[in-house]
């Protein structure tokens, strides 16, 4: 017996969805209209944007030193804080991992990574400023915490979606938990965890450009200081190095990963 | 006769007072080939896992290797495990790891951890996996990775991890299931072979009632959590497999 006609509607409207979007429009015009967001002003803008542009170029190194010293130390904050934020991200991912570890030990490996993943990188390398003062060392930390957050977060996810049936072969064979994890947990997720890191470490690129800015060491100092002084052609040349030095991040990261997932396993005997 | 294993009143329960296994009683001498036969859901797969413990039977004992396993924990419980091979259904091998490496995962219950991180495994273990690899007919296998492989092969694989561990008992939890029917003969034949060889007992649940008429030197059927048969292949007539299995259409 067929339904009767007002039950055969293939797609029903969805009031709650359209609400929604009358909503999101809504807040979106009252937001603009609050900042005094208009036309005229952009137009402004521009005009002042292309005066800004031409007083860029041509670019001019100013400083030579500044500049590859800014460089030098900003690759050198985004390497030590990948390398500790990395090491000390295994443990607490694994000990985050629900399908492995008692709550006991995951609700506190959480509260870790949920701690460490709340603040921008900004605003955890002003507190690291003030607690150990200016230069690299508040950069290495801030970025130490941010590659905690990220990798341990997503590296306990992966293992909470590993296959458990390879667990527990392992398990059979009388391994102890070390060995589990070494033969029965990683192998499934070492693919994704390299994956993570050199995208942390490009990450980590990024930001350890910006973390200057707030006197936490690397390239941003230099760049803010030359906004201040007004040194366009100088802030030109910095930002087309930073370009530079971030391409080369993503070579390298490219390289690290092939030398890693081409050969496809843990390792080579 | 001494039993290589004998389990006595064994009763699971995931639910509190659903019994699972429901008072199992049996014996097994120290050689030959058992099969296990019951329909799906009668508490096959959960025997297995409480002989070497991957679930934890609610009550009753398993004296294996002249003691009581079923309260062992920790280091005793492994070194416990470690004597008893499994094989699955679904091969339960480690994809992203080589031949070898699943051969040698076998070992795991005799390496430390910092040897077994750095895959330092003694020669005598690299050099009985070679062995066993040409033994399952996968010689020059050893360096491809698990996922490479076909069903059949994949199965080859787990045998071998299994007789790795020169288990005193060889379990397998329907390991032909997955497997078209020349493959399965053939694998029945490598377990068969693998309990003469090591001279141990083999415990395999199965489905299929030919192949284990053919292959079993004793048939145990299960029925609800209880054993309903337990005898040779001879025995077994159409009224045992429709108390077994209950119904009778699906008798050809």
């Known amino acids: 017996m067929s339904a009767p006609a007002a039950d055969r509607v293939a797609f029903r409207p969805n009031w709650w969805t359209r609400a929604g979007w009358l909503l999101l429009l809504a807040y979106s015009a009252y937001a603009l209209a609050r900042l005094d967001f208009n036309a005229g002003r952009f137009l402004t803008g521009l005009d002042n944007g292309a005066r800004f542009l031409d007083r860029m170029f041509p670019p001019r190194v100013a400083q030579a030193d500044t500049l590859v010293n800014g460089l030098t130390e900003s690759l050198e904050i985004a390497i030590l804080a990948s390398f500790a934020g990395i090491v000390l991200a295994l443990p607490i991912g694994l000990l985050a991992a629900r399908n492995l570890m008692p709550p006991w030990a995951s609700w506190p490996a959480r509260a870790v990574i949920a701690l460490a993943r709340s603040f921008h990188p900004v605003i955890v390398a002003i507190l690291f400023v003030k607690a150990v003062g200016f230069g690299a060392l508040a950069g290495i930390c801030a970025l130490v915490v941010a590659s905690v957050g990220f990798i341990g977060k997503l590296f306990a996810e992966a293992i909470e979606e590993i296959s458990l049936k390879q667990v527990e072969a392992i398990r059979a064979t009388g391994a102890s938990f070390m060995n589990v994890i070494a033969f029965g947990v990683l192998p499934q997720v070492f693919g994704r965890f390299i994956g993570f890191a050199t995208y942390q470490l490009d990450s980590n690129l990024r930001n350890s450009t910006m973390v200057g800015i707030v006197g936490a060491g690397g390239i941003g100092g230099a760049l803010f200081s030359a906004f201040q002084r007004f040194d366009y052609d100088f802030v030109a040349a910095i930002l087309l190095s930073i370009i530079a030095l971030i391409m080369v991040g993503e070579v390298l990261a490219t390289w690290v990963r092939g030398v890693f997932l081409e050969r496809g396993k843990v390792d080579e005997e | ?252």
């Open chain 2, 1 to 252: 006769m001494t039993a290589a294993l004998a389990v006595r009143d064994l009763v699971k329960e995931y639910v509190r007072g659903t019994r699972v296994l429901d008072g199992i009683s049996l014996e097994f001498a120290p050689a030959g080939l058992t099969a296990v036969i019951g329909p799906s859901g009668t508490g096959k797969s959960t025997l297995l896992r409480c002989i070497n413990r991957l679930v934890e039977p609610t009550s009753g004992a398993i004296v294996f290797g002249g003691r009581d396993i079923a309260p062992l924990r920790g280091r005793a419980l492994r070194e416990a495990r470690r004597q008893i091979g499994m094989v699955f259904q679904e091969y339960n091998l480690v994809e992203r790891l080589t031949v070898m490496e699943n051969l040698l995962s076998g070992r795991l219950g005799y390496v430390p951890a910092h040897k077994a991180w750095l895959r330092r495994f003694p020669q005598a273990d690299i050099d009985r996996a070679f062995d066993l690899l040409d033994q399952v007919g996968l010689g020059g296998f050893a360096n491809q990775r698990a996922d490479a492989l076909s069903g059949g092969q994949r199965q080859r694989v787990g045998i071998a991890r299994a007789v790795m561990q020169e288990p005193k008992l060889l379990l397998a939890d329907e390991p032909t299931s997955s497997l078209d029917p020349r493959t399965s003969v053939e694998i029945m034949e490598l377990m068969r072979e693998a309990g003469r060889r090591h001279g141990i007992p083999v415990i395999v649940n199965m489905h299929d009632v030919e192949l284990s008429k053919r292959f079993a030197d004793r048939i145990v059927g299960m029925s609800g959590g209880k054993v309903v048969y337990d005898g040779g292949a001879e025995g077994l007539g159409d009224d045992v497999l429709t108390a077994i299995y209950g119904g009778a259409s699906w008798i050809a």
